[in-house]
């Protein structure tokens, strides 16, 4: 199932599909949990925490984590709980739409177990970020006629308010072509359809 699909069963049902992204979410979940503990200096000992995080500049096996940081790593073994996650960690890669883009955003989103659509944006564009500033570089826009998701839980490191995690969907609805953060108030307002 390509992901404008999934966005035309929010639209139609108000239904978020939990089967058919578990797996995904399981991936996504452990990636922004373990990204906390790759930026405080982990040592990853598994097959896939070494094909997912650098381990050249790691420093120790019991990183200090901030109160920020270990909010945000109960959060997210929280969710993993509600979506039954068991994580093989032998794999080598992580199943999550724009991986490439997410290893190099600054703060991680942290998966949902909810979702929000908008279909067919008619704002003006508005650009995504790397982290939740807008002194960070910009990683991607959402531009006029442009879908987007919503499947992230507002919540970072820096509990920055009012900054969301949006994935944009390309024209042909199979891949998730921006990702990032953004503050814009008023984009769902402008959206011909909303879900979720």
Not at 77 to 106: G, P
Request: with cysteine; proline share 3%.
């Amino acid at each position: 199932m390509n992901i404008k699909n999934i966005l035309t069963i929010l639209f139609f049902t108000g239904l978020t599909p939990v089967p058919s992204f578990a797996d995904e979410a399981c991936d996504d979940l452990w990636f922004s949990r373990n990204s906390i503990f790759d930026a405080n200096g982990y040592c990853f000992g598994s097959t896939l925490g070494k094909a997912v995080f650098d381990n050249s500049d790691c420093t120790t096996k019991s990183p200090k984590l901030n109160s920020a940081d270990k909010a945000m790593v109960a959060e997210a073994k929280e969710m993993e709980a509600r979506w039954a996650c068991n994580m093989n960690t032998n794999k080598t890669r992580l199943d999550i739409h724009s991986f490439a883009r997410r290893q190099t955003l600054v703060d991680q989103p942290l998966r949902d177990d909810t979702e929000s659509g908008c279909g067919k944006y008619v704002g003006a564009d508005f650009p995504l970020y790397a982290s939740q500033s807008t002194n960070a570089r910009v990683v991607g826009t959402v531009s006029y006629g442009d879908d987007f998701i919503n499947a992230h839980i507002s919540f970072s490191t820096t509990q920055t308010e009012n900054w969301w995690y949006v994935s944009s969907i390309s024209k042909d609805g199979q891949y998730l072509s921006d990702i990032g953060w953004t503050n814009n108030p008023s984009a769902w307002e402008n959206c011909t359809t909303v879900a979720g």
